[in-house]
């Protein structure tokens, strides 16, 4: 059974930091591409970022390129979302995910994603 389960939230001024990690068990990370989403008050999930099975491949959404960064430490078994220069307007609850499938390259449909932590709340007081 996979299991993915994320931590590292919580409130931060705005222009500060925070790293998020996600825990995934049941399955060799190794072999699945990776992704974080985010869903505020209100709104869809949205795309945040994602990482691909193989090194050298990451994707981000508009509304964080150049302040977040994804990475992964498949020895571990987790991924990480380092996120600089926090905006109030990313103040969400941020899931991680794994894909359906192995060996794909990483997208940011939704549909690809088949395991899905609980949440971490983010947020960023102004």
């Known amino acids: 059974q996979v299991q993915v389960e994320e931590s590292g939230g919580g409130l931060v001024q705005a222009g500060g930091s925070l790293r998020l990690s996600c825990v995934v068990s049941?399955?060799?990370?190794?072999?699945?591409?990776m992704g974080w989403f985010r869903q505020a008050p209100g709104q869809e999930r949205e795309f945040v970022a994602g990482?691909?099975?193989?090194?050298?491949?990451?994707i981000y959404g508009d509304s964080v390129k150049g302040r977040f960064t994804i990475s992964r430490d498949n020895a571990k078994n987790t991924v990480y979302l380092q996120m600089n220069s926090l905006k109030p307007e990313d103040t969400a609850v941020y899931y991680c995910?794994?894909?359906?499938?192995?060996?794909?390259?990483?997208?940011?449909?939704?549909?690809?994603?088949?395991?899905w932590g609980q949440g971490t709340q983010v947020t960023v007081s102004s």
């Open positions: 995910a794994t894909q359906r499938l192995p060996y794909r390259i990483v997208t940011m449909a939704q549909n690809d994603y088949a395991y």
């Open positions: 049941g399955r060799t990370l190794s072999n699945y591409a």
């Open positions: 990482i691909g099975w193989s090194a050298g491949r990451e």
